[in-house]
């Protein structure tokens, strides 16, 4: 079932607002004495950017632009 242009956008906001969440949080300087990170924000931000590129090349092939062969 392909994506719709409405579900396009929403993935579209919710993979940008989660890549700059995960960006911020990673940015945040350790504090040791609450002990180790115990999540990778780094690769979640690059996943999340990922993601948007994704989603932005689909709604480009949704307005009607041809992109690949």
């Known amino acids: 079932m392909p994506l719709s ?3 396009t956008l929403v993935l579209i906001a919710l993979f940008a607002a989660g890549g700059i969440f995960c ?3 990673g940015a945040q300087p350790p504090d040791f ?3 180790p990170r ?3 924000w780094r690769p ?5 950017a ?3 590129l994704v ?3 689909h709604l480009v092939n949704l307005l009607g632009v041809k992109t690949g062969r």
Do not use: D, F, Y
């Open 5 to 7: 242009l409405m579900q």
């Open 44 to 48: 979640l931000m690059a996943s999340a």
């Open 38 to 40: 115990l999540m990778p």
């Open 55 to 57: 989603m932005v090349v």
């Open 23 to 25: 960006g911020w949080r």
């Open 50 to 52: 990922l993601g948007l």
């Open 33 to 35: 004495a609450k002990g």
